[in-house]
């Protein structure tokens, strides 16, 4: 249809974009105008101003000094030790030191400057949060605030595993921090820090959380981000954009001791429960249950029947542990605990770790293709607890003459029996031991003296049980083996041969 002397007329919305015809007798340009269907404008927002949150949170802000006392070198007719070394070094003679009788006198102790690092007011009382690592060996703590008054700190009490620790000053309306929700943080959310980096006080750096439960410790799940953080940042505040504090600055991933994009803070509500207790009793008490874990391969967890990698593998119980008399085994995967899931290894120490002693909690293993629920008793972590010693090698060779042995070609293995006292050593109630690993099996990892406990989800107790399983095996995938090492249990895939 033609339009003499066509105008058009059109509303334009933000970002709204059109063809119009404009002209006479059909003939014209095309000149955008507006779409037919209108679009959103993307929301254009300005950089953040920090200058109120400093202003805000800065006071809450302190610079910790500490100090070590070292013995003073002893210096001899005005040569100290140095001095001495530098003439053994030349072949120079060495001056005769006279020494009286008896015993020498000590060299005095002096106060020597051992580190820098931040904090945060966490009461208005006078208790201050940092990390562990920056009182650690201290014979004296220097909190400055940002009004220049100092203050000798007590410290209250520090936990390594987590790298919290808590000290104390005598004063009184301090201006304490607004503690954030952690659970409310979200990737690329802006962040800022303040502390002393290379020991400038009051230094205020900011950026964005890169990531969240990023894990780097046995207990702790970090934040990630990339504000700079520097030697001196050390238990400084990690602030929100609400002025609420989120985390402590502890750790930063570098190749040359400088920041280099990715810093670490522990999540606050971690380390309030770890400061809790730490002001309550002066240290911490976790929960253990007796159990060495690893990961689940995504090969492991298909081949069992898990269905997706999660968990943790348990590879091996420790004697009269409360893993052990609740029943749980080597080879067992632990997925649920307390009622909260276990999606990867990392997550059981915490669950476990953050458990009252001496409380039971229910917990869920995949065991053998199927699952089930147990009962244990938390115990409690033992200070100085020493991880159990790896055990290496076979079980020993107690046969006293030849036994039966079983093969299964198609997997490469030979298998026998195991003795009476080979089973009470291992404590086991059943299993074959290898014989000979080779082809498929020694491509697996598996060894002469390993244990099998199961195989293609089928527990082994003996020979016939072993050869019932291997018959049923389906030998065109993957059949996986419960291998008992020494006092460790792990998973094997043995493959076909391609």
């Known amino acids: 249809m033609m339009l003499k002397n066509p105008v058009w007329k059109a509303r334009l919305s933000a970002g709204a974009l059109a063809v119009a015809l404009v002209g006479a007798g059909g003939g014209g340009l095309l000149v955008p105008v507006a779409p037919a269907l209108a679009q959103s404008a993307p929301v254009v927002r300005a950089l953040p101003d920090f200058t109120e949150l400093v202003e805000q949170v800065g006071p809450s802000v302190v610079n910790i000094r500490t100090t070590e006392r070292v013995s003073a070198r002893p210096s001899f007719n005005g040569m100290d030790e140095d001095m001495l070394e530098f003439f053994r070094r030349f072949g120079l003679p060495v001056p005769n030191v006279p020494r009286g009788p008896g015993p020498q006198p000590q060299a005095p102790q002096q106060p020597q400057p051992r580190g820098v690092g931040s904090g945060f007011i966490l009461t208005s009382d006078g208790f201050v949060m940092t990390n562990a690592h920056v009182v650690e060996g201290a014979d004296e703590v220097i909190v400055t605030l940002t009004d220049k008054r100092e203050f000798k700190a007590r410290i209250v009490g520090s936990d390594k595993r987590t790298d919290v620790a808590v000290v104390k000053i005598d004063a009184t309306g301090l201006p304490a921090v607004r503690v954030g ?82 810093s670490f803070a522990i999540p606050i509500d971690e380390a309030i429960r770890v400061s809790d207790q730490l002001r309550a009793t002066g240290r911490v008490t976790r929960g253990r249950i007796g159990v060495q874990i690893e990961p689940v391969s995504k090969d492991v967890a298909e081949s069992i029947g898990l269905g997706k990698s999660q968990g943790a593998l348990v590879r091996g119980v420790e004697p009269g542990s409360p893993a052990e008399r609740a029943g749980i085994e080597a080879g067992d995967i632990i997925t649920r605990f307390d009622g909260k899931p276990v999606e990867k290894v990392a997550d059981l120490p915490r669950l476990v770790g953050n458990s009252k002693p001496g409380t039971k909690a229910g917990i869920t293993v995949f065991r053998r293709g199927s699952s089930r629920d147990l009962t244990v008793t938390i115990a409690e972590v033992e200070p100085d607890e020493k991880p159990v010693a790896r055990a290496e090698g076979g079980s020993g060779d107690e046969r006293g003459g030849a036994q039966p042995t079983a093969a299964a070609p198609q997997l490469g293995l030979v298998v026998a029996d195991l003795t009476p006292a080979q089973e009470k050593e291992l404590k086991l109630k059943g299993g074959v031991r290898v014989v000979s690993a080779s082809d498929n099996a020694a491509r697996a990892g598996l060894r002469e003296g390993d244990v099998i406990i199961a195989l293609a989800n089928t527990e082994i107790r003996n020979l016939k049980d072993f050869e019932a399983a291997a018959a049923k095996a389906d030998k065109s995938r993957p059949v996986n083996v419960l291998v008992r090492r020494g006092e460790w249990a792990q998973y094997a895939l043995i493959r076909p041969a391609r």
């Open 181 to 262: 929700d952690v659970s409310r943080l979200k990737a690329g959310e802006w962040v800022m820090a303040i502390g002393s980096p290379f020991g400038l006080d009051n230094t205020v750096t900011a950026g964005i959380v890169s990531a969240k439960q990023r894990d780097t410790g046995d207990y702790l799940p970090f934040i990630q981000t990339d504000v700079a953080i520097n030697p001196g940042n050390s238990g400084g505040p990690l602030i929100n954009m609400r002025g609420e504090v989120v985390g402590i600055n502890s750790q930063i991933y570098s190749r040359s001791g400088g920041f280099m994009g990715i």
